[in-house]
């Protein structure tokens, strides 16, 4: 005969069992990298309960000459050249309708060695044009190049845009992501990202 107290260690066990177990599928994700066979360029892929997240690199020349040709002075496009810009992904890859998949990129944290740190956001790089007196129109065209900071999507909904972590070309890091389904918030984290190097190459020949 089992006794009232083993009864519930055994229940406890039995949830504890299921519970992690839970997490554990939970947990599990689709995580894929990849390099572009004519360009090099690699790209990071997360894909997990709904949240699709996707970062390509772009090579600091791509962005200056980008924002260039809208209107920054030189300084200003090696500033955001040099700051770890990707080209970069989100959606509701999600089959249920119903849920809405939000994230808030001030809670995503960059993580590179010894440091963590915020991403570069809009809010960010407003206060830095307007400091550097940039125009108003290449202000414009900078924020609407980027990821907006808060994002909403119903299924198959998704944004394309810049996103910027202010490492050296070169860098290594961490990016800690989070993200809500209906309200219910996870998170994730995709490891050994790489800041593209600041080289020069060749045109692809035709």
Not at 42 to 61: A, I, M, V
Not at 179 to 195: H, P, Q, T
Not at 199 to 204: F, L, R, Y
């Amino acid at each position: 005969m089992i006794h009232s107290n083993q009864f519930s260690s055994i229940l406890s066990s039995f949830i504890i069992v299921v519970l992690i177990s839970l997490q554990s599928y939970a947990d599990e994700a689709v995580i894929k990298k990849a390099e572009n066979p004519e360009t090099g360029l690699k790209s990071w892929l997360w894909d997990n309960n709904g949240f699709y997240l996707e970062l390509t690199q772009r090579l600091p020349d791509q962005t200056r000459g980008y924002f260039e040709s809208r209107g920054f002075d030189l300084a200003s496009t090696e500033i955001a050249g040099t700051s770890c810009i990707f080209q970069t992904m989100i959606k509701n890859s999600g089959t249920d309708p119903s849920i809405i998949i939000t994230a808030d990129l001030n809670e995503w944290q960059v993580v590179s060695g010894e440091m963590k740190k915020p991403m570069l956001l809009r809010e960010y790089w407003q206060i830095l044009w307007l400091d550097r007196d940039q125009s108003e129109s290449a202000r414009i065209a900078f924020e609407w190049s980027l990821l907006p900071t808060k994002v909403e999507y119903e299924i198959n909904d998704y944004n394309w845009g810049m996103s910027s972590y202010g490492l050296p070309p070169g860098s290594h890091f961490d990016l800690e992501f989070s993200w809500y389904s209906n309200g219910e918030k996870f998170s994730g984290k995709i490891s050994d990202v790489v800041c593209p190097d600041d080289i020069h190459p060749e045109p692809v020949a035709q």
